[in-house]
């Protein structure tokens, strides 16, 4: 069974530009959700959708956004990037909304590492 | 809200040496707490889990225990071996974003043979 898919695994951009993130999650499982790992900050929850929604938000600016499609792929969105906004974007998939926080059940992909010039 | 608060690494072991990860939370209510791992190269997977208080999880040898008392989950091995070369994160369930997870900062064991 294959695992979470994420793309692409490493990308450049300088300030000021956007980048799209992109998740495969695992065969049947519905609910992705997104966090950011930095250093400084360690693992923080961006968002989770299910059945294409917005389940629940994390609390970062509006600059990043992200959406889901109907076969349960996600992408994220960062705009105006910022040197801040250089950090590993980690994608998981749990069977259904809030299933992965309420029982760990949550499978990680191995990450987007994004750097911001 | 919920926080996590987990011990500052690295940590360097030798191997079969005895594991202890320390790991204390601030919660309302009776959230899960978790223990994930991150190997070299691989994405975050789920250790262990304990769902309310006195409730010891275990996997792979290690060992956990839900503290309600003390608001502790620290995270223990008898021998570790050189596999076990790791970040381990400690993490419960948000109370704000009940869907979501709050992680500990991560700790950083490298075992030697």
């Known amino acids: 069974k294959a695992g979470v898919t994420q793309t692409p695994r490493y990308l450049i951009k300088t300030r000021g530009q956007q980048v799209t993130l992109s998740c495969s999650p695992i065969?049947?499982?519905?609910?992705v959700s997104w966090y950011q790992q930095t250093p400084g900050q360690g693992l923080q929850f961006l968002f989770e959708y299910f059945s294409e929604t917005q389940r629940n938000k994390g609390n970062f600016p509006g600059r990043f956004s992200g959406r889901q499609f109907s076969n349960s792929r996600s992408e994220m969105n960062v705009s105006t990037l910022e040197l801040g906004d250089s950090a590993l974007y980690l994608c998981?998939?749990?069977?259904?909304?809030?299933?992965?926080?309420?029982?760990?059940?949550?499978?990680f992909g191995e990450g987007s590492r994004l750097t911001v010039l | 809200g919920n926080s996590v608060t987990q011990m500052e690494g690295p940590v360097t072991l030798s191997e079969e040496a005895f594991l202890t990860i320390n790991c204390t939370y601030t919660a309302t209510g009776y959230p899960s707490l978790f223990w994930y791992v991150q190997y070299p190269g691989e994405g975050l997977q789920l250790l262990l889990k304990a769902t309310k208080a006195d409730d010891k999880g275990s996997n792979k040898g290690f060992e956990a225990t839900y503290r309600k008392e003390t608001t502790s989950f620290h995270l223990e091995k008898g021998s570790v071996q050189v596999s076990d070369s790791a970040v381990y994160f400690c993490a419960l369930t948000s109370n704000q974003a009940g869907t979501a997870l709050i992680f500990g900062k991560g700790t950083t064991l490298s075992v030697s043979s």
């Open positions: 998981a998939s749990s069977l259904g909304p809030g299933q992965g926080a309420r029982t760990g059940e949550l499978f």
């Open positions: 065969s049947g499982h519905r609910s």
